[in-house]
């Protein structure tokens, strides 16, 4: 089954504006529906107004780190199915394992490529669809 780019709206959480305007680049590209968000506060209420198909967080933010927004989404039973992705500059098992323990589907090392972050949409809307 192919993925249908064009009907996902995916949303992209991290304090470093250069990372989200690379991720909404390269994802409205391939036609996805793109919402950004700061950090984790700005994002929780994004998410309800929003309702991403997908999302990527960063782990390392200010005041609502990754760890703590994934949680809180997978937390939601409106949102417990949305796939989480952890995006960090740090490619640790620690951090993997952490991220796993708080419900993340997957985990992207920065910076990632195009085919990485297409990739992972894939395989999650793929699971999520099947």
Known sequence: ??????????????????????????????GC???????????????ADNRPDIIFVDIMMP?????????LIKNNSQFK?????MLSSKDGLFDKAKGRIVGSDEYLTKPFSKSELIGAIESQVRLTSA
């Open 81 to 85: 199915s949305t796939p989480v992705i």
């Open 33 to 47: 529906a793109v919402v950004t968000a700061t950090d984790g506060f700005d994002a929780l209420a994004k998410i």
């Open 63 to 71: 005041r609502l780190d990754g760890y703590q927004t994934c949680a």
């Open 1 to 30: 089954m192919d993925v249908d780019f064009e009907s996902l709206t995916v949303m992209v959480i991290d304090d470093s504006k250069t990372i989200r305007r690379t991720a909404e680049t390269l994802l409205k590209k391939v």
